[in-house]
């Protein structure tokens, strides 16, 4: 594989098992005229371990915003260059945005190397329905803001996705048993690919349980999922259900005319309609 020049290569790295750098990442890590990572220490010893001696630079929080046009001058000069952070996917709860956006802005070709990422990982492993699903990131730190977001999402029918600091996971489960209630499925996955790994499917409350019981379960980096609220009934729906149990009851004293004269008054239903259920029921 051969890469482009002024390409922008947003570079998928390890969650912690290093056998998890794709071959085509490797490759463009090793052609690129120079990396961008979020923590330049942290990065060298990937590529150390690789045997890549692609320079490195900085960008983070801190500095994305100079850095970004520093980049920019560069893959418009035509050089090739690569995006990393510490762990998993760029700009999934890391930096890259600005960066990204302001090739897009300058016509410039973005191109990922797709790998590891904890949300995905965490969620196709976790038992929990994974066709529509919502990405929270980090939680509020403080408390009460924590307890205001959750109840903003206690009605959401998607699977909840939230990376949790280790030191916060106790307190953020209990407060997610409060809000969604201690029977609601969920799952918690920590130290995925590597050694310590945990992938634990359980009610909120078995979870709290469980990380209370095992102070290994409060260290390491960790996702937590939790499954979506039940799809509220369609209105109609909910109205045949009643009207049928209600028939059902009525009928069990009274004869069909007047059980559904009685339902048709009470459940607003058509007659005609419930004549014809409660010949079915009878
Ligand atoms: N960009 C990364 C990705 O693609 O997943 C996420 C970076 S974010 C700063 C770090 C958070 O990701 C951690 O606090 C944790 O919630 C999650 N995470 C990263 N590595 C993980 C792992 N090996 N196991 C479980 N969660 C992990």
Known sequence: MSIEQGVLYVVATPLGNLGDLSPRAQETLAQVALIAAEDTRHSARLLRHFGIKTPLIALHEHNERERSAELIARLKAGDALALISDAGTPL????GYTLVRAAHAERLRVCPIPGPCALIAALSASGLPSDRFAFEGF??????ARRAHLTTLQHETRTLIFYEAPHRLQDSLSDMCAVFGAERQAVLARELTKIFETVRNDSLQGLCDFVHADPQQQKGECVILVQGAPAPLALEHTIALDSETLLRAL???????????LAAAISGVKKNDLYDLALRLK
């Open 92 to 95: 999934i709860s890391d930096p």
């Open 139 to 144: 939680l509020p730190a403080r408390a009460t």
């Open 251 to 261: 009928l069990t004293e009274l004869p069909v005319k007047q059980a559904v004269r």
